[in-house]
Structures are given as structure tokens and as C-alpha cells.
């Protein structure tokens, strides 16, 4: 099914077409090769079952410049009512989404009779922040973790983000003063439904914030991590300003954040405010960086491979000294696990904070365990494997203040081994 602007449908399958502006301008970056969906975590009983696995292909259109994979994953097999993630189990990104909800309330100037609409709001962590600052507040999340959400006081409707939704919202809620998205505008599979139904929420001076993995920080940083199914585009400026246009959205500001490795949070109305001078500087970067004249992606290949046989490596060696265990199961370690095969012969288990729901279940593809934390300070490994690398500098002081003493691998963007103390 093809991809490109005007389209109604849900993408799913092999794509031909560019996801933002439809041509069939697609050229291939990088071939992972076929991985299972990242947090489809496999339980004990599954693993006597056969996994799914699915084309996992970067891809660029060398028409309008859009980062994209070229098979889309049905949404219901990618976000099912199981799914284990919750933001509140990373504290830094708690921190994070509070000065968000802050610099949105005090940038737009909400109020106690405004409504702020989370979609893809996960356990209702952003969300809190609002609440925090006397906003009215509405959840939108398709899996399980919405109960959560409810049953700590965040109001949230267990569903896609559709038209339906919309209407419900407006007919019980009235429309929204800002709707915001954080790493799920890349993950919608009806991306311009989505954004008119975004529209429609939207009070007339109303405003979209978006963030999501910037493409820059991908391709100089060699976060090939971030490719999975979860992940549809990969945005940078230039192609997502005309996405919005399409859909009747004016850019108005845009700035990196750190989160995730690297973020770029947009913010988008219908024209009411002055454009930021951020917006050019961010696009004259962009250009200057090599990311629309495709020079930029042939180093970036060859990186990645470099890479995974450096990763391989350190790895192989460290075996030699021992047990290796893995550090936290983001839904990134799946891509990295898969595509450089590390299984369970190389990494015994990964440790996980208590509470988190992917406990005493297995990595998806490679079968790998994951453990509570304490196994980690029980056992003292040799070495530990930092899968969650792109926040490893706040994980690793952690881990030694709790009494880990071993080795760390630190898997990119330049594995690295990094002594104990």
C-alpha cells in the first residue's frame, strides 16, 4: 500500500511510496534485515511457539528528503494491550516531560479552564505535569498501561487516536488549548487522518507539540538503535514543515532536546504566531550536514557496520573473562540485539528496575531473560553490556553507588569498554 499525502487509510505491509509527500522516490540506506516487533517481549510458554518477524529497511526519499522504513507493522500487533513500556520508569524522562508541560503552560499562557490532550500518553507521566500547574488534562493511549494511568488519577481514554476519539473529546471535553505527542508522531501509521483529526481537536489559536528522534542525531551519532517498527519516520526539519503544511500546520518554532539520545520537539498552529528564528537555523544545519544531498548516509552505513564488528568484538573478548549481563531492555535494544545476533550464548540475562513490567520475560528474536535489578549486585558479573547507552552516563554511577564493581561495554555510537572501579 502506498504512502504520500491525501492518504485515508492505515499503512501496513510493504511501502512504495514516500509516507510524507507519495512519490516513488525511495532509496535504501540500511538493511537490518527481518526483526520481530521491539517490545513483543516473549513469554516462558512462547518460547515453544514461532515469533513473527518482519523487513526492517531505513530508507530515504530522495524527493522530499523523509527518513522512513518501507514495511509498516499492523498498529494492533506493535501496540498491544500487553505492551510493557512505561515512561515512569525513567526518571530522567519524568524530569524531562515536567520542564516540557512547564515551558508549554507558561509559553502559552494555560489556564485552569484550558485542556491539554496527551496522545500516546502512556501511564500519564506528561500529563502530570499539567496537572501539576492546574490544567485540565486528557489521556489517549491504545494499550493496558492506560489503566494504570486511570488508577493514578490521570484521566485517559484506552483507544487509537482516530476521528472517533476526536469527537468523543470534543462532545464531552470541549477542544483542546494544546495536544501534544511525544515519541508517537513517528509511530502512527495514518499519519495526515492523524493530523486532521488533530485539527479538529485543536481550539482555533490551538497548538501541536511534537517530539521525536531527530534524524540528525541518527545519522552523525550512529544511533541505528532507534530503527524498529515502532519507529515509521525519522524525522528532520525540512520534510516534517511540509507534512505540516499539507495538513494545514505552520511550523512556528523547533528546537533539539536530549531526550531519547536526541530529540527535536516542533512546535505547529494554523499561522497565528511568528515563525522562530530557530526554525531556519535548524533547516540550514540540516542541509549543511549532508541529509538532503544523501552524502550524509553512505558514511552512516558504513559506520553501522564498522560498528556492530567492533560491538562483536568486545563482546567475544569479555565472554573470555566470564558472565556478561545486560543493562536495561529498551525497546532500542531489541534493534541491537538482533542485527549483531547477540543472543543468549554472549549475554546471560539484562536487569531490569523492579517494577518494570518486561520482568521474567524474554528479549524478542534472541531470547535473552530479564531479571530485577538485584540479580546484577547479587552476582557481580564480569562484565555488563549498557543497552540503554544513550542515558549509560547517568546509569553507570548508579549502578556503582548500588555496588556493582565489574566492566561496562558501552555499545555506541563507538563501543568502548570502560573498566571497573
Request: aromatic residues 8%.
Amino acid at each position: 500500500m502506498n504512502g504520500g499525502a491525501g492518504q485515508t487509510e492505515v499503512l501496513i505491509g510493504a511501502l512504495n511510496a514516500c509516507q510524507g509527500c507519495g512519490a516513488t522516490a525511495l532509496e535504501r540506506v540500511l538493511d537490518l534485515g527481518h526483526h520481530p516487533p521491539c517490545d513483543s517481549l516473549v513469554t516462558p510458554e512462547g518460547l515453544h511457539e514461532p515469533e513473527v518477524a518482519f523487513p526492517l529497511v531505513l530508507c530515504r526519499c530522495t524527493a522530499c528528503g523523509l527518513a522512513q522504513i518501507d514495511y509498516a507493522v499492523e498498529p494492533q500487533v506493535v501496540f498491544f494491550p500487553e505492551y510493557p513500556y512505561r515512561t515512569a520508569m525513567t526518571a530522567l524522562l519524568g524530569e524531562h516531560f515536567r520542564s516540557l508541560t512547564d515551558d508549554v503552560t507558561n509559553r502559552l499562557e494555560l489556564g485552569s479552564e484550558d485542556l491539554a490532550v496527551d496522545i500516546g500518553s502512556n501511564d500519564g507521566t506528561l500529563l502530570k505535569g499539567f496537572q501539576a500547574n492546574g490544567v485540565k488534562v486528557l489521556g489517549v493511549e491504545p494499550t493496558g498501561i492506560a489503566d494504570i494511568a486511570n488508577a493514578e488519577g490521570v484521566p485517559t481514554i484506552c483507544a487509537f487516536f482516530d476521528d472517533a476519539v476526536v469527537s468523543r473529546i470534543v462532545a464531552e471535553h470541549g477542544r483542546a488549548a494544546v495536544v501534544t505527542g511525544t515519541n508517537m508522531f513517528a509511530h502512527i501509521n495514518n499519519l495526515f487522518p492523524a493530523l486532521r483529526a488533530i485539527g479538529t481537536l485543536l481550539e482555533d489559536d490551538g497548538v501541536f507539540v511534537s517530539e521525536s528522534h531527530y534524524l540528525l542525531n541518527l545519522v552523525q551519532e550512529l544511533q541505528y538503535d532507534t530503527i524498529y517498527h515502532e519507529h515509521l519516520r525519522f524525522y528532520s526539519l525540512r520534510p516534517l514543515t511540509a507534512i505540516f503544511a499539507r495538513a494545514g500546520f505552520s511550523v512556528f518554532d523547533a528546537e533539539r532536546v536530549p531526550t531519547h539520545g536526541g530529540s527535536i520537539r516542533v512546535w505547529a498552529d494554523r499561522g497565528a504566531r511568528e515563525q522562530s528564528a530557530r526554525v531556519a537555523e535548524l533547516l540550514a544545519a540540516e542541509e549543511e550536514h549532508g541529509l538532503y544531498d544523501g552524502s550524509a548516509y553512505e558514511l552512516f552505513r558504513d559506520r553501522v557496520v564498522a560498528s556492530k564488528l567492533r560491538l562483536l568484538e568486545l563482546l567475544l573478548d569479555a565472554r573470555k573473562l566470564g558472565r556478561i549481563v545486560g543493562i536495561a531492555a529498551p525497546g532500542r535494544a531489541s534493534t541491537i540485539l538482533n542485527y549483531c545476533g547477540i543472543g543468549h550464548d554472549l549475554l546471560e540475562s539484562i536487569v531490569e528496575l523492579p517494577g518494570s513490567l518486561k520482568i521474567g520475560k524474554y528479549t524478542p528474536g534472541t531470547h535473552v531473560p530479564i531479571v530485577e535489578e538485584s540479580a546484577l549486585f547479587a552476582d557481580q558479573p564480569p562484565t555488563a553490556l549498557v543497552l540503554a547507552w544513550h542515558i549509560g552516563d547517568a546509569i553507570m554511577p548508579k549502578l556503582r553507588e548500588k555496588g556493582f564493581r565489574g566492566n561496562f561495554i558501552i555499545p555506541l555510537p563507538e563501543p568502548r569498554f570502560v573498566e571497573g572501579g
